[in-house]
Protein backbone atom coordinates (compact mmCIF):
# COMPACT_ATOMS: atom_id res chain seq x y z
CA UNK A 1 0.00 0.00 0.00
CA UNK A 2 2.93 2.07 0.65
CA UNK A 3 4.20 1.90 -2.75
CA UNK A 4 1.00 2.64 -4.34
CA UNK A 5 0.94 6.17 -2.50
CA UNK A 6 4.33 6.45 -3.06
CA UNK A 7 3.16 6.29 -6.49
CA UNK A 8 0.14 8.47 -6.52
CA UNK A 9 1.97 10.77 -4.84
CA UNK A 10 4.49 11.08 -7.69
CA UNK A 11 1.88 11.20 -10.01
CA UNK A 12 0.38 13.88 -8.59
CA UNK A 13 3.30 16.15 -8.41
CA UNK A 14 3.97 15.15 -11.87
CA UNK A 15 0.31 16.55 -13.31
CA UNK A 16 0.89 19.91 -10.92
CA UNK A 17 5.04 20.54 -12.58
CA UNK A 18 3.13 19.63 -16.16
CA UNK A 19 -0.16 22.19 -15.59
CA UNK A 20 2.22 24.72 -14.19
CA UNK A 21 4.56 24.22 -17.40
CA UNK A 22 1.79 24.71 -19.55
CA UNK A 23 2.49 27.84 -22.25
CA UNK A 24 -0.01 30.79 -21.85
CA UNK A 25 -2.77 30.89 -24.47
CA UNK A 26 -2.09 33.21 -27.68
CA UNK A 27 -4.17 36.33 -27.57
CA UNK A 28 -6.74 36.69 -30.51
CA UNK A 29 -5.09 39.38 -32.56
CA UNK A 30 -2.14 41.90 -32.52
CA UNK A 31 -1.28 44.73 -33.93
CA UNK A 32 2.10 46.30 -35.59
CA UNK A 33 2.66 49.49 -36.33
CA UNK A 34 3.35 50.42 -40.07
CA UNK A 35 5.40 52.72 -41.57
CA UNK A 36 6.12 53.62 -45.60
CA UNK A 37 6.99 56.75 -47.35
CA UNK A 38 5.45 58.38 -50.84
CA UNK A 39 8.23 60.63 -52.76
CA UNK A 40 7.09 63.25 -54.83
CA UNK A 41 7.44 62.81 -58.95
CA UNK A 42 9.44 65.30 -60.57
CA UNK A 43 9.29 66.77 -64.10
CA UNK A 44 12.91 67.14 -65.34
CA UNK A 45 14.69 67.84 -68.38
CA UNK A 46 18.17 66.65 -69.70
CA UNK A 47 20.34 68.12 -72.64
CA UNK A 48 23.64 67.88 -73.49
CA UNK A 49 26.39 69.01 -71.90
CA UNK A 50 28.03 70.18 -75.07
CA UNK A 51 27.58 70.17 -79.05
CA UNK A 52 29.50 70.97 -82.05
CA UNK A 53 27.59 72.31 -85.21
CA UNK A 54 29.93 72.24 -87.54
CA UNK A 55 31.61 75.16 -89.71
CA UNK A 56 30.49 77.55 -92.40
CA UNK A 57 31.19 80.46 -94.46
CA UNK A 58 30.07 84.22 -93.89
CA UNK A 59 26.37 85.02 -95.34
CA UNK A 60 25.68 80.92 -95.61
CA UNK A 61 24.02 78.56 -92.68
CA UNK A 62 25.64 75.92 -90.36
CA UNK A 63 23.27 73.13 -89.69
CA UNK A 64 23.87 70.59 -86.90
CA UNK A 65 21.80 68.64 -84.48
CA UNK A 66 22.09 69.39 -80.38
CA UNK A 67 21.61 66.19 -79.46
CA UNK A 68 19.63 64.01 -77.82
CA UNK A 69 17.22 66.27 -75.05
CA UNK A 70 15.14 64.16 -72.99
CA UNK A 71 11.90 64.92 -70.75
CA UNK A 72 10.73 62.47 -67.82
CA UNK A 73 7.91 63.37 -66.19
CA UNK A 74 7.23 61.03 -62.78
CA UNK A 75 4.86 63.04 -61.34
CA UNK A 76 2.49 60.16 -61.51
CA UNK A 77 -0.13 63.15 -62.13
CA UNK A 78 -3.89 62.67 -63.08
CA UNK A 79 -2.97 64.75 -66.05
CA UNK A 80 0.81 64.78 -66.96
CA UNK A 81 0.99 67.76 -69.28
CA UNK A 82 3.69 69.92 -69.99
CA UNK A 83 4.85 72.15 -72.25
CA UNK A 84 9.27 72.32 -72.81
CA UNK A 85 10.90 75.78 -74.09
CA UNK A 86 14.08 76.66 -75.39
CA UNK A 87 15.99 79.83 -75.27
CA UNK A 88 19.34 80.90 -75.99
CA UNK A 89 22.32 83.17 -75.50
CA UNK A 90 23.80 85.82 -77.42
CA UNK A 91 26.68 83.70 -79.31
CA UNK A 92 30.45 85.57 -79.36
CA UNK A 93 33.70 85.16 -80.54
CA UNK A 94 36.55 86.18 -78.95
CA UNK A 95 37.38 87.40 -75.09
CA UNK A 96 38.66 90.84 -75.80
CA UNK A 97 36.69 93.66 -76.60
CA UNK A 98 34.66 94.45 -78.86
CA UNK A 99 33.77 90.99 -79.35
CA UNK A 100 31.86 89.29 -82.18
CA UNK A 101 28.60 88.35 -81.79
CA UNK A 102 25.56 86.15 -83.33
CA UNK A 103 22.07 86.95 -81.69
CA UNK A 104 20.07 84.21 -81.14
CA UNK A 105 17.90 85.43 -83.43
CA UNK A 106 19.67 84.31 -86.48
CA UNK A 107 19.81 80.85 -85.30
CA UNK A 108 16.89 78.62 -86.07
CA UNK A 109 15.63 75.97 -84.21
CA UNK A 110 13.54 72.83 -85.31
CA UNK A 111 12.91 69.73 -82.60
CA UNK A 112 12.00 67.52 -85.27
CA UNK A 113 9.76 64.70 -84.13
CA UNK A 114 10.42 62.47 -81.14
CA UNK A 115 12.47 59.69 -80.84
CA UNK A 116 10.99 58.03 -78.37
CA UNK A 117 8.27 58.44 -76.38
CA UNK A 118 7.00 56.32 -73.14
CA UNK A 119 3.37 57.25 -71.20
CA UNK A 120 0.16 58.07 -72.29
CA UNK A 121 -1.36 60.93 -73.83
CA UNK A 122 -0.19 63.56 -76.79
CA UNK A 123 3.28 64.50 -77.55
CA UNK A 124 3.55 67.21 -79.87
CA UNK A 125 6.82 68.68 -81.17
CA UNK A 126 7.18 72.29 -81.53
CA UNK A 127 8.26 72.24 -85.25
CA UNK A 128 8.05 68.86 -86.97
CA UNK A 129 9.97 69.62 -90.11
CA UNK A 130 12.48 71.84 -91.22
CA UNK A 131 10.25 74.28 -92.57
CA UNK A 132 8.88 74.78 -89.83
CA UNK A 133 12.19 76.10 -87.93
CA UNK A 134 11.50 79.18 -85.89
CA UNK A 135 14.32 81.94 -84.39
CA UNK A 136 15.51 81.34 -80.78
CA UNK A 137 15.42 84.56 -78.45
CA UNK A 138 17.12 85.28 -75.69
CA UNK A 139 13.91 86.62 -73.58
CA UNK A 140 11.06 84.96 -75.50
CA UNK A 141 11.23 81.35 -75.41
CA UNK A 142 10.24 79.06 -78.08
CA UNK A 143 7.93 75.78 -77.63
CA UNK A 144 10.15 72.46 -77.90
CA UNK A 145 8.09 69.91 -77.39
CA UNK A 146 4.58 69.30 -75.47
CA UNK A 147 2.62 66.58 -73.77
CA UNK A 148 -1.20 66.76 -73.66
CA UNK A 149 -3.15 65.09 -71.04
CA UNK A 150 -2.36 61.36 -69.83
CA UNK A 151 -1.99 60.14 -66.56
CA UNK A 152 1.13 58.98 -64.89
CA UNK A 153 4.98 58.88 -65.81
CA UNK A 154 6.10 59.60 -69.49
CA UNK A 155 8.95 60.50 -71.29
CA UNK A 156 9.99 61.94 -74.24
CA UNK A 157 13.19 62.36 -76.27
CA UNK A 158 13.86 64.20 -79.06
CA UNK A 159 17.27 65.72 -80.90
CA UNK A 160 16.46 69.06 -82.35
CA UNK A 161 18.55 70.92 -85.45
CA UNK A 162 19.65 73.93 -85.03
CA UNK A 163 20.51 76.49 -88.22
CA UNK A 164 22.91 79.33 -88.03
CA UNK A 165 22.50 82.05 -90.37
CA UNK A 166 25.97 83.34 -90.35
CA UNK A 167 25.61 87.42 -90.44
CA UNK A 168 27.62 88.97 -93.65
CA UNK A 169 29.49 91.02 -90.86
CA UNK A 170 30.65 88.09 -89.46
CA UNK A 171 34.18 87.61 -88.60
CA UNK A 172 36.46 84.50 -88.33
CA UNK A 173 36.19 82.66 -84.88
CA UNK A 174 34.63 80.26 -82.97
CA UNK A 175 31.60 81.44 -81.94
CA UNK A 176 30.65 79.94 -78.40
CA UNK A 177 26.80 80.91 -76.30
CA UNK A 178 24.55 78.70 -74.78
CA UNK A 179 21.17 76.92 -75.60
CA UNK A 180 18.67 76.06 -72.57
CA UNK A 181 15.92 73.98 -72.38
CA UNK A 182 13.22 74.00 -69.57
CA UNK A 183 10.14 72.35 -68.89
CA UNK A 184 6.84 73.03 -66.75
Same mark, same amino acid.
Given at each position: MRTAKICLAGAAAAAMVGFLATPAAAAPTDTTDTTFEVLAGTLDVVAPAAADLGTGAVGGTITGQ !??? *? #? *?? +??? /?? +? +??SWTATVTASVFQAGTGSPTETVLPEEINYWSGVASATTGTGTFTPGQAAAGDAAPL????? !???? &??? $? $???? @????? @??? !? %? %? @? *?? !??? *? /? $???? $? #? %? &??? %??
Amino acid at each position: MRTAKICLAGAAAAAMVGFLATPAAAAPTDTTDTTFEVLAGTLDVVAPAAADLGTGAVGGTITGQ !LGS *V #T *VD +DSR /AS +D +DASWTATVTASVFQAGTGSPTETVLPEEINYWSGVASATTGTGTFTPGQAAAGDAAPLSSTTP !LTAF &THA $G $GTGG @NTATW @NPT !L %V %V @N *VP !LDS *V /A $GTYT $G #T %V &THS %VA
